[in-house]
T-cell receptor, first 111, second 115 residues
Framework: AQRVTQPEKLLSVFKGAPVELKCNYS??????LFWYVQYSRQRLQLLLR??SRESIKGFTADLNKGETSFHLKKPFAQEEDSAMYYC?????????????FGKGTKLSVKP | DADVTQTPRNRITKTGKRIMLECSQT?????MYWYRQDPGLGLRLIYY???????NKGEISDGYSVSRQAQAKFSLSLESAIPNQTALYFC??????????????FGDGTRLSIL
C-alpha cells in the first residue's frame, strides 16, 4: 500500500537549534516527494520537492530510497519556522493519481 | 497573480442541509482536487478531476459529490450534511508536465461547521 508516515505529531525546539522532521514512505514505483508547509491561518504552500534538490528558507530534504525516507532538515531553526509541515507522495499512475499526504508534524520553535 | 479561490470561506449550517462549496482558479491548470483537513488526520482526498467532466473518487468520497463543468471551476456538494463532515476543506490545482507531476496549489480553505 502507498503510504506516508510522519511519526511525530509535534516537534518543539529552541531558536537556533537544528531541526529534523521525519518522513517515511511506502511506494512500489519511483516516488516523487514533496514537503508542504502551512503557517497559522494560511493555505498550504509548497516548501520543496525532491527532484529540484534546492534549499528553501534554509530547509533541505534528501530522498533516501534505501531507507524510504525524505526527512526535512534545517541547521538553525527560526521562530518564523513554526508551522504545520506535511510530507506528500505523488501517486500519479497509481490507483488515485494524486498526492498522498502524511498526517503532518507541528513544529514549534521557542525563543 | 493567478490564484485558487474558494467560496465561502466559512459556513455554519444544520444537519440535513445541502451545501455547495465552490472553487475557481485562474492558473489555467487542468487538474483540480478537493481535500478535507481534520486535526491529527492530515489531508484526505475527496474527489479529483483531470479535465472538464472527468471525475474520480478519492479516499473519502462517500457523502460528497462534485461537478466540473468548466476548466476553471470545481464545485463540491454535500447532499445531506452530517456533523462528522465538519472540517476544513481545501481545493487545489496542478498541471502535468513532461518533467513529472507539478506541485499542487491550494486555496485558502473553507471552514465548514455542521450543527
Amino acid at each position: 500500500a502507498q503510504r506516508v508516515t510522519q511519526p511525530e505529531k509535534l516537534l518543539s525546539v529552541f531558536k537556533g537549534a537544528p531541526v529534523e522532521l521525519k518522513c517515511n514512505y511506502s511506494y512500489s514505483g519511483s516516488p516523487e516527494l514533496f514537503w508542504y508547509v502551512q503557517y497559522s491561518r494560511q493555505r498550504l504552500q509548497l516548501l520543496l520537492r525532491h527532484i529540484s534538490r534546492e534549499s528553501i528558507k534554509g530547509f533541505t530534504a534528501d530522498l533516501n530510497k534505501g531507507e524510504t525516507s525524505f526527512h526535512l532538515k534545517k541547521p538553525f531553526a527560526q521562530e518564523e519556522d513554526s508551522a504545520m509541515y506535511y510530507c506528500a507522495l505523488s501517486n500519479y499512475g497509481g490507483s488515485q493519481g494524486n498526492l498522498i499526504f502524511g498526517k503532518g508534524t507541528k513544529l514549534s520553535v521557542k525563543p | 497573480d493567478a490564484d485558487v479561490t474558494q467560496t465561502p470561506r466559512n459556513r455554519i449550517t444544520k444537519t440535513g442541509k445541502r451545501i455547495m462549496l465552490e472553487c475557481s482558479q485562474t492558473k489555467g491548470h487542468d487538474r483540480m482536487y478537493w481535500y478535507r483537513q481534520d486535526p491529527g488526520l492530515g489531508l484526505r482526498l475527496i474527489y479529483y478531476s483531470f479535465d472538464v467532466k472527468d471525475i474520480n473518487k478519492g479516499e473519502i468520497s462517500d457523502g460528497y459529490s462534485v461537478s466540473r463543468q468548466a476548466q476553471a471551476k470545481f464545485s463540491l456538494s454535500l447532499e445531506s450534511a452530517i456533523p462528522n463532515q465538519t472540517a476544513l476543506y481545501f481545493c487545489a490545482t496542478s498541471v502535468r508536465h513532461k518533467e513529472g507531476d507539478q506541485p499542487q496549489h491550494f486555496g485558502d480553505g473553507t471552514r465548514l461547521s455542521i450543527l
